[in-house]
């Protein structure tokens, strides 16, 4: 099976700028989560969609949004991008909805924001 | 409020010695608490969990609900054993909290 997969792996915008990042999960999966990776905090949860439902949602605010597909693809969304921004974007999914303890990650998607 | 502290940022061990990383945690209900580890330009995987009680690696892992601990432990350190190790939480779903990391360096 592929693994998760999560474009673009690179990226640089603007502040005020808006960006989207896409994830692919593991065929058959249909949990999809988000976290933010920077070197302070390390990994914060950001949103969880299961069955195209936002499930739970991390402390971020509302510039901060995501959606689920019918085919489990996930995207995220950030919109007037700050300096703060700057940081590896995970994905992770997972084959239940239940908490299984078993996230698969992706390689991330690293977003700079100048 | 849920929360994981790993309290070092950087462990060194000689190969053959013992390592334990530590997890301390903070949690209203019942933990489910993990151990993910990332290697080297590999992708983040899960190592361990406690309600397995398994032994991943050589790796273990006891829950102690009174220290509200999850310290990882291996009796003799290994090269490849060097990495980036994480504590997490699970509350509701697949939503977890994890540390801030623990990077193991394993000295031939």
């Known amino acids: 099976k592929a693994g998760v997969t999560q474009t673009p792996r690179y990226l640089i915008k603007t502040r005020g700028q808006q960006v989207t990042l896409s994830c692919s999960p593991i065929?058959?999966?249909?949990?999809v989560s988000w976290y933010q990776q920077t070197p302070g905090q390390g990994l914060q949860f950001l949103f969880e969609?299961?069955?195209?439902?936002?499930?739970n949602k991390g402390n971020f605010p509302g510039r901060f949004s995501g959606r689920q597909f019918s085919n489990s693809r996930s995207e995220m969304n950030v919109s007037t991008l700050e300096l703060g921004d700057s940081a590896l974007y995970l994905c992770?999914?997972?084959?239940?909805?239940?908490?299984?303890?078993?996230?698969?990650f992706g390689e991330g998607s690293r977003l700079t924001v100048l | 409020a849920q929360r994981v502290t790993q309290p070092e940022k950087l462990l060194s061990v000689f190969k053959g010695a013992p390592v334990e990383l530590k997890c301390n945690y903070s949690?209203?209900?019942?933990?489910?608490l993990f151990w993910y580890v990332q290697y080297s330009r590999q992708r983040l995987q899960l190592l361990l969990r406690?309600?397995s009680r398994e032994s991943i690696k050589g790796f273990t892992a006891d829950l102690n609900k009174g220290e509200t601990s999850f310290h990882l432990k291996k009796p003799f350190a290994q090269e490849e054993d060097s990495a980036m190790y994480y504590c997490?939480?699970?509350?509701?779903?697949?939503?977890?909290?994890f540390g801030t990391g623990t990077s193991l360096t394993v000295i031939p």
């Open positions: 992770a999914s997972s084959p239940r909805g239940a908490s299984t303890g078993e996230l698969f």
């Open positions: 065929s058959g999966h249909r949990s």
């Open positions: 969609y299961f069955s195209e439902t936002q499930r």
């Open positions: 949690y209203s209900g019942s933990p489910e």
């Open positions: 406690h309600i």
């Open positions: 997490a939480l699970s509350a509701s779903g697949n939503q977890f909290y």
